[in-house]
Structures are given as C-alpha cells and as structure tokens.
C-alpha cells in the first residue's frame, strides 16, 4: 500500500472496498456492525484532536491511539472479515505511523471514514 498523504487516502480506501468486494466475489463481506466500536473509538479521536492547538498530541491522545491499535487488533483477531478489512487497509500500520503528530491522526481519521464511504457506496451490508 502506498503511504498515506492528503492527496491520496481517498483512493486508497476506494481501492482497499473494492479489493473486499472482488475477494468476496461482488460483496463485501465484511459489516458496518463489526466494526462499530472501532469507528465511535475514531470518532472521538478525531473531535479531541481538532480542538487541539498543539501541533503535536498531548500523552492522553497518544495513550488513546495506542488503545486503538489494541483494539482494533483485538476486533481483527475475533472475526475473519474485521482481519481482512485491517490487513488490506493497513489500519494497524497506519495506527502505527501516527506517533505524536496531529496531522497524521487526523489524516488517518479521514482515511477510515473514506474507508466506511466506500463500504456503504460499494454496497457493504449494514449488520
């Protein structure tokens, strides 16, 4: 996977559904449901490090990105479609990229809405 910039992660994520949707010969398997808590988790992420002034995350953020990455290997590790998802996106080495940077959480923020769009646009099922 090429890495992730502001040019680019949205075709990433269009890139990465329609790989699911192809192995899943025309559907993706995998469900907006198991991967709910891992989008609130972002969700939060992202709205705490908008009103962050700092360029960099304060140590609460880094410690809630690293409980991210736990959790979404966790999630990968219970279901086979969640495993799939996470190693065709890359999401744990993009977790992993992020270290202390504003700019990289959010850019990774964006990059998994891209990647629930594209589930939704490309016909993913809701449960």
């Known amino acids: 996977m090429v890495k992730l910039q502001t ?7 269009e890139k990465v559904m329609q790989d699911l949707q ?15 808590s891992i989008l609130a988790m972002v969700s939060e992420l992202y709205n705490d490090a908008q009103r962050l002034r ?14 991210l990455k736990m959790r979404v290997a966790y999630e ?11 190693k065709k996106a890359a999401i744990l080495e993009e977790i ?10 959010l850019l990774f923020c964006h990059y998994m809405e891209a990647l629930v769009a594209y589930h939704k646009f490309l016909g993913g099922r809701d449960n």
Not at 54 to 67: I, K, M
Not at 78 to 86: C, I, K, N, P
Not at 96 to 105: A, D, H, V, W
């Open 22 to 36: 192809a192995a899943g010969k025309g559907q993706i398997k995998l469900t907006t449901s198991k991967i709910r």
């Open 76 to 86: 990968a590790g219970r279901e086979r479609d969640v495993m799939d998802f996470v």
């Open 54 to 67: 700092a360029e960099n995350l304060s140590e609460d953020l880094v410690g809630r990105v690293q409980y």
């Open 7 to 13: 040019d680019n992660y949205v075709e990433q994520a």
């Open 96 to 105: 992993g990229r992020i270290g202390r940077k504003k700019e990289q959480l």
